[in-house]
């Protein structure tokens, strides 16, 4: 494994993901009331969750015995799922503190992301849009790379059904959960 391939890692000329507008409408929006799956065995309606809710969505965690995606250092906003997890579950008793639960979500089924949950001793569960079915709904920007079609960076803010704030692009990703502290702190419930 090169230092490039670290997934633990985020290499420092990695390009940075621009604002292209594509998460300009969610403020606002009613999130869709779809049952997802999730890593503790359950399923999750985020619509139905009657307080302040973070939700990290990203495109894919790596697995440190599998290649990276072709050209994933290369794709804006792609690298850095791994420590963006590990952002929030570092910061994860100060979100309690501040009221909100913490939801990672990616198109990955959840077999995959419990492997990621374990390894990473992650203390929220991740859920699974493995059909893109809440991506869609939102209308949530994507790309593909290798025959994966995945969601780009982003993430929501949500109080009571509805999208509060949403974080996009989110870079670096390893300082996605102190921008959602600063952010909370700022505007409180």
Known sequence: MTRSDNISEIPPDIPIPQDDGACDHLVGLILPRMALPTTNGSTITFAEIPARTVIYIYPRTGRPDQQLPT??????????CTPQSCSFRDHHAELQQLGVAVYGLSTQDT??????????QLPFPLVSDDDLAFASALDLPTFEVDGMHLIKRVTLVCNEGWIEHAFYPVFPPHQGAEQVIEWLRENPV
């Open 71 to 80: 050209g994933w250092n290369d794709i804006p906003g792609a690298r850095g």
């Open 111 to 120: 077999v995959y992301q419990r492997e990621a949950v374990d390894r990473l």
